[in-house]
């Protein structure tokens, strides 16, 4: 499918099938995420991927609907800010840059029949404790990947013209 197509296809997936993802495709969005832009290609991101089969309960500590934990993976995002480039005003651009790389997972995920859900309403501390993660890694976003055993939804969008201004404010 063409890119456009994909972006108007893609959505959030709130039910997945237990399938197993093949290795050949989790390698694939993976990669997706690595070829991802960054600020000064620093690439201040790390990637954790979760089997959820026997992890059901800790999972649910970080974010608590039961689909979350439906997929056969859960896949964090984290900002590792040390690593990253900052901006002259001190702006560290770890979290643009962790985001960025997460959307093209999620896209190439969509390419590849895989489901997703970007999820940042999760349980930070939770997250920490469950991941093992370091004081200098900053989960930023979640999201399951499987097939999906849902449908879509309507997309509801604001309309171009209440979001692109030009030349000025």
């Known amino acids: 499918m ?3 197509e994909l972006i108007q296809k893609r959505y959030s997936v709130r039910a997945y099938k237990a399938d197993c993802v093949e290795e050949e495709k989790l390698q694939r969005v993976l990669e997706a ?3 991802a832009p960054t600020a000064a290609n620093r690439q201040p991101f790390q990637f954790i991927v979760i089997h959820t089969k026997g992890k059901e309960k800790e999972l649910r500590r970080i974010y608590e609907p039961d689909w979350f934990t439906q997929a056969p993976l859960v896949i964090c995002v984290c900002a590792t800010p040390a690593q990253a480039w900052s901006r002259i005003d001190k702006k560290n651009y770890s979290e643009v840059d962790a985001t960025i790389a997460m959307d093209h997972l999620i896209l190439a995920a969509a390419d590849l ?3 997703t859900c970007w999820i940042a309403a999760f349980n930070p501390t939770a997250a920490r404790e469950v991941l093992g993660l370091p004081d200098n890694a900053e989960p930023i976003a979640f999201t399951p990947l499987g097939y999906p055993a849902d449908e879509p939804r309507e997309k509801k969008r604001k309309a171009i013209s209440q979001l692109v201004r030009y030349e000025r404010w």
């Open 2 to 4: 063409d890119f456009n």
């Open 33 to 35: 995420a690595r070829l």
């Open 113 to 115: 029949g895989l489901g």
